[in-house]
């Protein structure tokens, strides 16, 4: 799967970029049905934003800051904590920003990863997604950026949460900004990336933002 080097971007004054970010233990990969249709659809480059939840969230950020300049408009597409990122991103880069799809994010956090960093005491991730986490806590405060929308999977269960949930996150957390367009969907946390149905969303996201 090809990673464009924004060097390249600034070279050859691309204005206009498409940003992909996983969610968590996920890869790039994640992203292989919807990057397909979207590349058919529009000319624009994209690029891939890894990154490994044990290093930490905002480590991670700010390895993705600056690997996006050179560009003039911007798009987002994101998973589950990958929309988090999104966000952060979106008000960092918020000249540029014109608009962002994320698929499945707890934008409320996490109870659960309250509980179990208590019993996980070494687990980045789960100091990272909690209701109290300071990434949460400043996501939550963070502004709508224009164009968002939030797809919110509402099929699925898990043993784990006893809210209503797509099987990883609850269908409260992923409510929770209220200021974006809000689309539910019949579909797990997992599906969403692979729905013909989504991919139809995320290009008329695009069609309208860019």
Do not use: C
Request: glycine share 6%; aromatic share 10%.
């Amino acid at each position: 799967m090809m990673r464009v080097n924004t060097a390249v971007l600034r070279k050859n004054n691309f204005i206009e970029m498409i940003v992909y970010i996983h969610g968590a233990s996920a890869t790039a990969e994640s992203f292989t049905h919807i990057r397909h249709y979207v590349r058919d659809e529009f000319e624009e480059p994209d690029i891939m934003l890894e990154y490994k939840s044990d290093d930490g969230f905002m480590h991670n950020l700010s390895e993705m800051k600056g690997k996006l300049d050179g560009a003039e408009r911007l798009f987002f597409i994101s998973h589950s904590l990958g929309g988090i990122y999104a966000l952060y991103l979106a008000n960092h880069y918020k000249e540029t920003t014109r608009g962002g799809v994320s698929l499945s994010t707890p934008y409320g956090g996490s109870r659960e990863a309250d509980y179990a960093r208590y019993f996980l005491p070494f687990n980045r991730l789960m100091k990272d997604i909690g209701t109290s986490s300071h990434p949460m806590r400043v996501a939550r405060e963070l502004p709508a950026p224009p164009n968002w929308t939030q797809v919110i999977s509402t099929v699925g269960q898990s043993p784990w949460i006893h809210d209503d949930n797509d099987g990883v996150v609850t269908l409260e957390s992923m409510r929770y900004r209220k200021d974006f367009d809000q689309i539910e969907v019949p579909l797990n946390h997992y599906e969403v990336v692979i729905s013909d149905t989504v991919v139809k969303i995320i290009l008329d996201r695009i069609k309208n933002a860019l």
